[in-house]
């Protein structure tokens, strides 16, 4: 019989505080670094990065994107059977705020080419 005798960065517990049973995997500093329940990994939290304000400003922009712009509809359709309609909005809202950021960074004009070939 052979025993286990490594040791570890991370230690495993139960989090008997909880409603349901978690398992906790905490490192030497007892931080979680990610728990489990019914099969389920849950880990660190999103973080709410960006500004919110340009994250709106490129929503609404492309929003006026789509409405007189067939391209634009054809880009948005393909996104929609992708990524569903609400995701495939903010995938064009993040697009647009990339090529205003190269366009600036670069000081060229909007290439149409570009943005509406594919990936």
Known sequence: ??????????SCGI????????LCVL???????????????GGSRGR??????LKWAFS???VLLLRNN??????????VARFGKAR??????HKLGRAVFHMQK???PFDAERFYREA
Not at 15 to 22: E, F, G, N, P, V
Not at 35 to 41: F, T, V, W
Not at 48 to 53: A, D, L, M, R
């Open 1 to 10: 019989m052979r025993l286990y005798s490594r040791t570890h960065d991370v």
């Open 15 to 22: 989090d008997l505080h909880a409603r349901t049973m978690y």
């Open 27 to 41: 490192d030497r500093a007892g931080q979680t670094l990610r728990s489990e329940s019914a099969g389920k990994l």
């Open 48 to 53: 709410k990065q960006g500004n919110v304000h």
């Open 60 to 62: 609404e922009a492309a």
């Open 70 to 79: 067939p391209r634009a509809q054809k880009l948005h359709s393909r996104l």
């Open 88 to 93: 495939a909005l903010s995938v064009l809202a």
């Open 106 to 108: 670069r000081q060229q």
